[in-house]
């Protein structure tokens, strides 16, 4: 296990942004591959511990908390729009958490797989390459347009921010859906590094609702899809169980205009997918990196 494990290291990014960046453990040489977690809206590095913990026995692995999410804040006048969660990830991509020459794996989910796709393309050669699990790449005319309602962002606009206790979070979460299909440790790392403690012992949400809400309804104009296509690079493309509306109905789309594209096909797990079954994603993400 890496001594640095549990360490947080800020990275400065566009527009005053301090991104943290969780060393979710692995080789403490600096040189040893690197897997980049990249995560979804409303949730922050953290969450990928579980999974990580799989993993580091082979790779170093480190989880960005994008802009607005987990410990990463969102200074006044800065902007929480896609092309900035890009901007992100290229921002530890140029510093000192990533040595020349490391051999550097993007994994992503939902938004985190749009935003590797964005620094990918910004920053040709900086990833091997690319493990995405129902990447919220939106083709044309896939979702409407941010005039319109959008019943993610309504949802998110209205989510709880404050508990009694972080025990008191995980038991709200756990009895209900959407989050009761995260594993334990998956929900657990996701409180744990999702609330800022009071001196009472109270916990606020760090993701504040108007921030998460901002971010599905830019989803339409991420600019994903218009530069996925130019990517040269490897990708896995990984889906749960089919659906109608969503990341997974994207995917036919994306794979469609990808280079060297793969479909992964795990129909037994929903959209949370790499937070509901941390082992068996972690095997699949082995796989693929070590193929």
């Known amino acids: 296990m890496s001594p640095n ?4 290291t800020y990275i400065p990014s566009r527009e005053g942004v301090q991104i943290a960046v969780h060393d979710l453990g692995g080789s403490d040489d600096p040189s040893a591959p690197l897997l ?8 922050h590095g953290r969450v990928w511990e579980p999974l990580a913990a799989h993993l580091e026995n082979q790779f170093r692995c480190l989880g960005i908390d994008h802009r607005g999410h987990g410990l990463t804040g969102l200074p006044d006048g800065a902007s929480i729009n896609w092309s900035h969660m890009g901007d992100d990830v290229v921002a530890v991509l140029e510093s000192d958490l990533v040595t020349p020459n490391t051999a550097v794996y993007g994994i992503g989910h939902s938004m985190g797989g749009a935003a590797l796709v ?5 920053r040709p050669g900086s990833f091997r390459s690319l493990w995405m699990y129902e990447p919220v790449i939106v083709p044309p005319g896939a979702l409407p347009p941010n005039t319109e309602p959008n019943f993610m962002a309504e949802a998110a606009a209205r989510r709880r921010t404050h508990f009694d206790s972080k025990v008191a979070a995980f038991t709200n979460y756990a009895s209900k859906p959407p989050l009761n299909e995260l594993h ?3 929900l657990a790392a996701y409180v744990d590094g999702g609330f800022a403690e009071n001196e009472d012992g109270t916990v606020d949400l760090l993701c504040r609702p108007e921030w998460e809400a901002a971010v599905y309804r830019g989803a339409p104009g991420s600019g994903a899809f218009d530069v996925v296509s130019q990517l040269t690079i490897p990708i896995a493309l990984a889906v749960g169980r089919p659906e109608s509306i969503g990341p997974v109905a994207f995917a036919p789309h994306t794979l469609k205009v990808l280079q060297d594209g793969t479909l992964v096909d795990r129909p ?17 993400v082995a796989e693929w990196v070590l193929r």
Do not use: N
């Not at 494990?5 to 947080?8: N, Y």
């Open 184 to 186: 334990p440790d998956a």
């Open 118 to 122: 964005l620094a990918a393309q910004r």
């Open 36 to 43: 980049l977690f990249s995560h979804a809206t409303g949730f």
């Open 5 to 8: 494990r549990g360490t947080v």
């Open 268 to 284: 037994q797990l929903g959209h949370f997918g790499p937070l509901e079954d941390p082992t068996s994603m972690a095997a699949d």
